[in-house]
């Protein structure tokens, strides 16, 4: 069977297959660098090497594309986790420092408290010493009046004198002895008698 082959030039040459070829199934050609034209279809004749070569190609091509795919959805998702990551560390310095101002803000009002309570306390404890040292003020003041009265007691009056150790009452022209709750004469020294007078 003879068919046309044309050259990248466009001349024609023409080419004896070895075999025939069905009406209508077309050629497939075995010259490199040629087209061939049987019954007006035109074929490539391209060698089986080229047609692995670029299956191999295209294998390599896809798995060049996929890993760059890959790298690519890899560095994605750990920008994603770098971001994640970020956003729960800012998250968590956040409540930190909102615990510390809390913290913060109830030890200063425990200390603010503790300050009122100790003044308090020492206020206390002063209006007590003050109330208690005007209270032993006043109590020494009564003991020292009660012992002026006791010893004014025993001291003779405008109308006594003291003769002869005994007190001796006055009244107008009259002498008579001071008796005391023994029913004794009170006997005196000076001007002091050795019971109460009054």
């Not at 503790?114 to 010493?129: F, G, K, P």
Request: charged letters at 25%; hydrophobic letters at 40%; aromatic letters at 4%.
């Amino acid at each position: 069977m003879t068919c046309d082959a044309r050259r990248q030039d466009g001349q024609k040459l023409p080419v004896r297959l070895a075999r025939p070829i069905r009406e209508g199934a077309g050629a497939r050609g075995i010259v490199r660098g040629f087209r061939l034209s049987c019954w007006g279809l035109d074929v490539m004749a391209v060698p089986l090497s080229w047609k692995v070569g670029g299956a191999v190609a295209a294998v390599v091509a896809a798995a060049l594309a996929w890993h760059g795919v890959s790298l690519y959805l890899a560095a994605r998702h750990a920008d994603e986790l770098t971001m994640d990551v970020a956003r729960n560390a800012e998250l968590e310095a956040q409540q930190a420092r909102a615990q510390a101002q809390q913290r913060s803000a109830q030890l200063a009002a425990t200390l603010q408290r503790q300050r009122e309570d100790l003044a308090n306390t020492y206020r206390q404890v002063s209006e007590d010493a003050a109330q208690y040292h005007a209270e032993q003020l006043r109590r020494e003041e009564r003991q020292r009046q009660e012992a002026l009265r006791i010893k004014a007691s025993y001291r003779l009056g405008p109308d006594q004198r003291c003769a002869d150790g005994i007190v001796i009452n006055r009244k107008g022209s009259s002498f008579t002895q001071a008796i005391g709750n023994t029913g004794a004469p009170i006997k005196c020294s000076g001007d002091t008698a050795e019971e109460p007078l009054r």
